[in-house]
């Protein structure tokens, strides 16, 4: 900030001093918030395939209200190193060794603000009294999805399934491989490619909200739910995903024009031969 005597404003600079604090109090609630639901993301992508957080135990103990019922000292020395603690002795740690069938929690590399969004995010659920929280089905990784998930995404896409906000189907304006003969909508960028060039940190967001400028006034009042966008996901991490590195469009238009001209020769040669063996 150049807010410095040599700027001959020091007066000015004074007054703003109340204005900031006064910013950073209404700022903090919102920071807290937001670092519990990227613990909630975390969680979905790193431990929800053991743990839940008020729906029971699974692999792991259920968490809910874990930071009430363990020190958080302990909560993150077990985290990071759950075999290590393990093997000192620790007598919590062993008898939830025993409880959940000597299965070891592998460890967790997880960097300070990951570890405090987690907290953050458990304390909340803690508040929600019993129950907890339910991760949200879009948190998920796409690439992690169920056949049924990536063919129910497949449907929405094309619109055979109908969806719950009453938004338009994306194939009206998306193209995607494999999508049949006919294709779908140019208007819109063709989106085989998307998830690989995204990433799960593009799509998320993106599909969360739909607001590009062409598609905002289309779902702004008709958002996808929660379900709808994990499994649009799911599938355009499915259609990206063939093995080689992304292709730009256009390389996908000459090949399909190499093809094309490749079947037109094929047919040229054997309407040919066909002809020929006509005539008389
Ligand atoms: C592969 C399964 C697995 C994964 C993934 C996993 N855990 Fe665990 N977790 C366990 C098991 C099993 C236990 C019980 C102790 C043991 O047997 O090691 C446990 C115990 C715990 C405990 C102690 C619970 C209590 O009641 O004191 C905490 C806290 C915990 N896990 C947090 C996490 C967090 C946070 C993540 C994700 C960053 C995670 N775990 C990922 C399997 C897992
Ligand atoms: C009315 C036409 C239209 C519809 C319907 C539509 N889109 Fe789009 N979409 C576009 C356009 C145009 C863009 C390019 C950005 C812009 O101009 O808004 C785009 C951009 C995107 C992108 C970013 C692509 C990139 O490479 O950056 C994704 C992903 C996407 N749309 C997904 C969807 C999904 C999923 C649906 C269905 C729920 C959908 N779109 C429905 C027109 C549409």
Redesign the pocket.
């Given at each position: 900030m150049r807010t410095h005597a040599q700027d001959g404003r020091p007066r000015r600079a004074r007054g703003l001093v109340p204005v900031i604090q006064l910013l950073a109090l209404v700022a903090a609630p919102v920071a807290g918030a937001q670092s519990a639901s990227q613990g909630a993301t975390l969680f979905t992508q790193?431990?929800a395939?053991?743990?839940t957080v008020g729906e029971g135990d699974r692999?792991?103990?259920d968490?809910h209200g874990?930071m009430e019922?363990?020190d958080e000292a302990w909560?993150t020395r077990?985290?990071t190193s759950?075999g290590a603690v393990?093997d000192e002795g620790d007598p919590?740690?062993n008898a939830?060794?025993k409880q959940?069938n000597g299965?070891?929690?592998?460890d967790?590399q997880?960097a300070p603000e990951e570890l405090g969004a987690?907290y953050a995010f458990f304390r909340d659920c803690a508040k929600k009294g019993p129950g907890g929280c339910k991760p949200s089905p879009a948190a998920k990784m796409g690439t992690d999805a169920t056949s049924e998930e990536v063919a129910r995404g497949r449907r929405l896409f094309e619109g055979t399934e109908a969806l719950a906000k009453g938004g338009p189907a994306c194939f009206g304006c998306h193209d995607v491989r494999g999508l049949g003969v006919a294709g779908g909508g140019t208007l819109g960028p063709n989106l085989t490619f998307a998830f690989a060039r995204m990433g799960e940190r593009g799509m998320r967001p993106l599909l969360a909200k739909l607001d590009t400028p062409m598609m905002a006034a289309l779902y702004a009042k008709a958002p996808l739910e929660e379900e709808e966008q994990y499994a649009l996901k799911a599938y355009l991490a499915d259609v990206s995903r063939d093995g080689s590195k992304p292709r730009t469009d256009r390389d996908f238009f000459y090949l399909g024009l190499v093809g094309m001209l490749a079947v037109l020769g094929f047919m040229g040669v054997a309407f040919n031969a066909h002809t020929k063996r006509g005539q008389p």
């Open positions: 790193r431990c395939t053991c743990h692999v792991g103990p968490l874990v019922r363990r909560v077990f985290i759950p393990i919590v740690a939830l060794l959940f299965i070891r929690m592998p967790q997880l987690l």
